[in-house]
């Protein structure tokens, strides 16, 4: 079994920045497509930004620009740079990856917190 777990988040202060990182730990074979998805309170999950395993990216129009995905295949981890940080961005952020073993499974991350004030 695949486990993620998120870091980086806390309190920051508008047009500051923050590091998330996600590392997947367990018995893990391939992992591939990786993403990061936000929810804000009272506001439905949304995806923020994706990485194929080759390093292909897309992102929300609403952090382009400002954020960066990336990731490190022998680590088994993914990172979302965030920079120039708005209040609309507070919200609880979680990883998701696509893990190629005897199945195909999906997993998410427990969440990291990011509170951006202004």
């Known amino acids: 079994q695949v486990q993620l777990v998120e870091s980086g988040g806390g309190l920051v202060q508008a047009g500051g920045s923050l590091r998330l990182s996600c590392a997947g730990s367990?018995?893990?074979?391939?992992?591939?497509?990786m993403a990061w998805y936000r929810q804000a309170p009272g506001k439905q999950r949304e995806l923020v930004a994706t990485?194929?395993?080759?390093?292909?990216?897309n992102y929300a129009d609403s952090v382009k620009g400002r954020f960066t995905i990336s990731r490190e295949n022998a680590k088994n981890t993914v990172y979302l740079q965030m920079n120039s940080l708005k209040p609309e961005d507070t919200a609880v952020y979680y990883c998701n990856a696509d893990h190629y073993g005897l199945d195909v499974t999906n997993t998410w991350g427990q969440g990291t917190r990011v509170t951006v004030s202004s």
């Open positions: 367990g018995r893990i074979f391939r992992i591939g497509n």
């Open positions: 990485i194929t395993s080759g390093g292909s990216t």
